[in-house]
């Protein structure tokens, strides 16, 4: 590729933004992503060189696994040197997972990783995916003066939005805004000009290379809290063969109930080796263990903090940790890391 020239790499996963409706029944079919060139024939006015991978058969959202974050790192990896960005066309149902498990699965990444998608297909009059398309591959291509990456991070570009993908939430299912970064301020946000917040940008360690992983390990649960819930709900839980991580969602800036055998069986599940996350069931903030004292007493039960994570990256860093064989100190210890730029440590 020469080096005036930007190129990028379209993955196609599958989702919404690739569908076409099916004019007998009226439902929504995955298309093949030539389909996609057709209704956004503003592509071919890039002067850019625009590849293509599509999964075949596409992925919906609702399917998307571990061994196809490890394809798609796979796919990033094998042609990293032959593109300047990527953009991952996926369905929004799973969105902020996939963005937060590959924001570790590629270490110290030096070029953009844009996942975006639509909520209505690229077909449709009133689409959003056309424009949400054309500014994540912009976004991909952009660099800066001395020729590195403007924004070489994961990231969701929705609805006039970049946020740093391990920080963001599907909180829309009807709503063309159908993502937040509630804890983290927008990487960019693109109007007449795409304004880039560059002192909020992660930068790679120059002297290092990009690193891939492709390792995972699923036991993990995610375990809510709420009031009345019974004793044995927890125990039966906490004791599911082969679990190995709890996410816990406690109410507000960390805080579970007092009762004696809620704190014993956490202690009892930490101290079988299992590691459990405290964050909060609150869509914006984050949890302080030292606050109150019901977060006291799970600190000493063994829990540990979350800080201002999200669910989907809670869960995507303690599968992502777990598969790569560590001691649960030193699971525990990264997970109150920041690993990238997914928590908030006051």
Not at 120 to 127: E, F, H, N, V
Not at 243 to 270: E, Y
Not at 311 to 320: D, G, N, R, S
Request: hydrophobic share 40%; with cysteine; proline share 5%.
């Amino acid at each position: 590729m020469k080096a005036d020239y930007p190129s990028v790499l379209l993955i196609y996963t599958g989702g919404t933004i690739g569908m076409i409706e099916n004019p007998e029944t009226g439902a929504l079919e995955n298309f093949n992503f030539a389909h996609l060139l057709k209704h956004v024939p503003e592509l071919k006015r890039f002067n850019y060189h625009i590849s293509s991978y599509q999964f075949d058969p596409p992925i919906d959202s609702s399917d998307m696994e571990p061994s196809l974050w490890a394809k798609i790192v796979a796919i990033i990896n094998d042609n990293y040197e032959n593109f300047d960005g990527f953009v991952i066309l996926h369905g929004t149902d799973t969105m902020a997972y996939t963005a937060s498990a590959l924001s570790f699965m590629l270490e110290n990444l030096a070029k953009p990783v844009i996942l975006t998608g639509s909520q209505l297909p690229i077909g449709t009059l009133r689409t959003d995916g056309k424009e949400n398309l054309i500014t994540s591959i912009e976004i991909a291509a952009a660099k800066r003066p001395d020729g590195t990456a403007l924004v070489p991070e994961v990231c969701i570009f929705f609805e006039n939005e970049l946020m740093r993908g391990n920080r963001t939430t599907k909180i829309n299912a009807e709503n063309f805004n159908a993502f937040r970064s509630f804890n983290y301020p927008a990487l960019a946000k693109a109007g007449i000009h795409i304004r880039y917040n560059e002192h909020i940008i992660r930068r790679p360690d120059p002297a290092r290379p990009m690193k891939p992983h492709y390792l995972f390990d699923t036991n993990v649960v995610v375990l809510t809290l709420f009031p009345g819930i019974q004793e044995s709900i927890i125990d039966s839980v906490l004791h599911v063969p082969g679990l190995k991580a709890v996410v816990l969602k406690t109410f507000g800036s960390g805080n579970a109930p007092q009762k004696d055998w809620f704190i014993r069986q956490l202690k009892d599940a930490t101290e079988r080796g299992i590691v459990i996350v405290n964050i909060t069931q609150c869509q914006s903030g984050g949890v302080e263990m030292g606050r109150y004292e019901t977060g006291l007493h799970l600190l000493e039960a063994g829990v540990i903090s979350g800080y201002d994570s999200t669910p989907e990256c809670a869960v995507t860093k303690l599968m992502f940790l777990l598969g790569h064989g560590l001691s649960q100190a030193e699971i525990r210890r990264r997970m109150n890391s920041d690993l990238a730029g997914e928590i908030t440590k006051e």
